[in-house]
T-cell receptor, first 114, second 111 residues
Framework: KAGVTQTPRYLIKTRGQQVTLSCSPI?????VSWYQQTPGQGLQFLFE???????NKGNFPGRFSGRQFSNSRSEMNVSTLELGDSALYLC?????????????FGPGTRLTVL | QKEVEQNSGPLSVPEGAIASLNCTYS??????FFWYRQYSGKSPELIMF????GDKEDGRFTAQLNKASQYVSLLIRDSQPSDSATYLC???????????FGSGTKLNVKP
């Protein structure tokens, strides 16, 4: 089975611009979660989508948004980029094994804001 | 208090030794616990999960859970230089697909 894929892998943007990141989950997985990873804050949960609906949300400003399509692919958008948005953005798709949701991560998108 | 806490390390062990990584969590209602390994510049990869008190073994890896003390640990037997990575402990919010991650423990296995 193919793993989680994310595009693009690397992005360089300038302050004030906006960016859209894409994630394709493992086939059959309907839940997609997004995380931001920085050296100072570690891995932080952004939001989770399931069946095209945002089901959970982390503590990030409204500049961070996302959506999910009927084929479970998901996009994340960051508007009005700030220097502090430079990070590795990780997407994870989930399956349900018994009562446990196991998250599998994609390779990530490295975003640099100049 | 953070939801999940780990010692950032680095933890250095010689090749062939047992590496012991620890994690504490704050929510007594937590039901399941995950360990991920992350190599530098790569994304986290799942090692194993545990949801029952006691030990769970998978190859050279053993996860240990003590819900009364709110800690979970990962033992790596016969450590190899290829095990050198950052190990992340993750705890999902009960019944939600939202994970809290610890800051990770960096492990160095010396040949």
């Amino acid at each position: 089975k193919a793993g989680v894929t994310q595009t693009p892998r690397y992005l360089i943007k300038t302050r004030g611009q906006q960016v859209t990141l894409s994630c394709s989950p493992i086939s059959g997985h309907r839940s997609v979660s997004w995380y931001q990873q920085t050296p100072g804050q570690g891995l932080q949960f952004l939001f989770e989508y399931f069946s095209e609906t945002q089901r959970n949300k982390g503590n990030f400003p409204g500049r961070f948004s996302g959506r999910q399509f009927s084929n479970s692919r998901s996009e994340m958008n960051v508007s009005t980029l700030e220097l502090g948005d430079s990070a590795l953005y990780l997407c994870a798709s989930s399956s349900r094994t018994d009562s446990t949701d196991t998250q599998y991560f994609g390779p990530g998108t490295r975003l640099t804001v100049l | 208090q953070k939801e999940v806490e780990q010692n950032s390390g680095p933890l250095s062990v010689p090749e062939g030794a047992i590496a012991s990584l620890n994690c504490t969590y704050s929510d007594r209602g937590s039901q399941s616990f995950f360990w991920y390994r992350q190599y530098s510049g790569k994304s986290p990869e799942l090692i194993m999960f545990i949801y029952s008190n006691g030990d769970k073994e998978d190859g050279r890896f053993t996860a240990q859970l003590n819900k009364a003390s709110q800690y979970v640990s990962l033992l790596i037997r016969d450590s190899q230089p290829s095990d050198s990575a950052t190990y992340l402990c993750a705890v999902p919010v009960y019944n939600f697909n939202k994970f809290y991650f610890g800051s990770g423990t960096k492990l160095n296995v010396k040949p």
